[in-house]
């Protein structure tokens, strides 16, 4: 099956201060639903928004990135109904709980609770041990292939965290050989280190994985209406059981949101792409990937209007 739309929703890196303030007030009975997911997550979820030195805390930023993927989509459906067999999802890192709960498979007030315990989880694996995570790109002129990079990284005793696809990568380990890595990058690359507690996706997080284990099974994780690609391997999820154990294992497995875009322009060729809240990173990589896919980042209300817009004004590819 072709699909029409592909929904995604970003990962860790882009919450900022005031990120659902513009949505409270556009999606209708959106404080209700965000005082009732900070119920069950714990936190003050606007409040938590609103401050800069909270958002730093991975316990922090998770839920709150999935709260305002949750309101886009809510506001998205509201503004362009969508036929759940003509959307395929996917979402980055914590991104993959937005996703589920627009495929279907979450509540929304369960994949924001997720958030909170993955984040919280995964913020203790951190104070572990000094680790960290910096991108890892080809340099300007004469830059490394794909290939070159992947082999640095593990030269440098380093992990792959993230396959981004567009020849960049996330390197992550301990601290000091991230350091190492920025300090002197190998030949025909360039380094820059992230801003991040420590490094996701890899074995470093281990120590999170029984707590979220648990609190998954606990969730109610029901049949899909939409179809969803996973970003662990690219492949289409298969139903409740492959999302439960996919969610577990991608706390310490790369992303491999290449493989995600191989199976996104394969099954849906000519589609409208649309990044939900917080949004940007997702619509840049699919930009470089391929620079005549239609996109609109959903960063704030009014985009919605764009994303009407470009739905109307260009029929999509085998539309019906």
Known sequence: MVHHY?????????????????????????RALVDDWSRAAGLDLVEAGRDASLLADTAVAQPLIVAASLLAHRLLRERLP?????????????????AAAGA???SPRDAVALARVRGAAMSAACALAPTGMAAVMPGRRAGASDEEIVAA??????????????????????ADRVEALAEEPPPGTRVAPLTVAGAFHTEAMAPA???????????????????MVANGDGALLTGPDDLRRRLITQVTSPVRWDLCTETIARLAPGALHLELAPAGPLTRLLGRARPDARAVALGLPEDIDRAVAEAAERPLAGAR
Do not use: C, K
């Open 104 to 106: 279907g498979y979450l």
């Open 153 to 174: 990284v593990a030269a440098a005793g380093l992990t792959v965290a993230n396959f981004n696809g567009s020849h960049q990568f996330v390197a992550a380990g301990p």
């Open 209 to 227: 994985v029984e707590t979220f284990a648990r609190a998954i099974a606990e969730v109610r994780i029901a049949r899909p209406a939409s179809a």
């Open 6 to 30: 592909v929904v995604t929703a970003p990962g860790q890196g882009v919450q900022r201060p005031g990120m659902l303030d513009p949505w409270l007030d556009a999606v209708p009975g959106a």
């Open 82 to 98: 969508l036929a759940a067999d003509e959307v395929l999802f996917a979402g980055h890192s914590v991104g993959e709980l937005a």
